[in-house]
């Protein structure tokens, strides 16, 4: 079956301009999460949705940052007013459900890039 | 604050040798543990995990190795392949946290043929 994809593969933007990126979890999958990606860094966590309420957004940076997931499957990741230092790729994840037992099967991410 | 840390950014091993990667937690609250490969403009794939009422999980070539009291854990690769060659991270995560992921710096991981 499909895997989680992600829209664009790679975003190149100005500084102070808005941005959308896109996740696509695999079909049935209640849980989504957010993570980002530094260069030379693990992924760290942003925020996760369980169906479509925000379950914990506590790694969201600052309010420049916000997610939403309408209908409990895509989910959009919003950046307003975008610097420098968001350049990182962002990495979407999707399990059954919000649990350690579950596996996260990770999309191949999106690359952003903030000139 | 890092509460996962691999301390080697690089490991280099010949091929049919065996490979460990270390890790270690800092949080007392982590109770199940993972490790995911990444290679190159790719999302990381799980590879194994272990929960923290084990010691030990094996899954082929693949061990992992958890020492609560040290708060530390490995993952061995035996015979390594050339084709094991990737990223690897180790995470961690609490039973109440919704399976939010703490991962680790990552290792890279070379196998020389």
């Known amino acids: 079956g499909a895997g989680v994809s992600q829209t664009p593969s790679n975003k190149v933007t100005e500084k102070g301009k808005y941005v959308e990126l896109r996740c696509d979890p695999i079909s049935g999958h209640t849980a989504l999460y957010w993570y980002r990606q530094s260069l030379g860094q693990g992924p760290e966590f942003l925020i996760y949705f369980q169906g479509t309420g925000a379950a914990d957004d506590s790694g969201l940076p600052n309010d420049r940052f916000f997610a939403v997931r309408p209908e409990g499957s895509v989910s959009t990741l919003k950046i307003q007013r975008t610097e420098r230092g968001d350049s990182a790729v962002y990495l979407c994840a999707s399990s059954l459900y919000p649990i350690a037992t579950d596996t996260q099967y990770f999309g191949p991410g999106t690359r952003l890039t903030v000139l | ?113």
């Open chain 2, 1 to 113: 604050d890092q509460q996962v840390k691999q301390n080697s950014p690089s490991l280099s091993v010949q091929e049919g040798r065996i490979s460990i990667l270390n890790c270690d937690y800092t949080n007392s609250m982590f109770d199940y543990f993972l490790w995911y490969k990444k290679y190159p403009a790719e999302g990381p794939t799980f590879l194994i995990s272990i929960s923290s009422i084990k010691d030990k999980n094996e899954d082929g070539r693949f061990t992992v190795f958890l020492n609560k009291s040290a708060k530390h854990l490995s993952l061995h690769i035996v015979p390594s392949q050339p084709g094991d060659s990737a990223v690897y991270f180790c995470a961690a995560t609490a039973d109440n946290a919704g399976n939010m992921l703490t991962f680790g710096g990552g290792t890279r991981l070379m196998v020389k043929p």
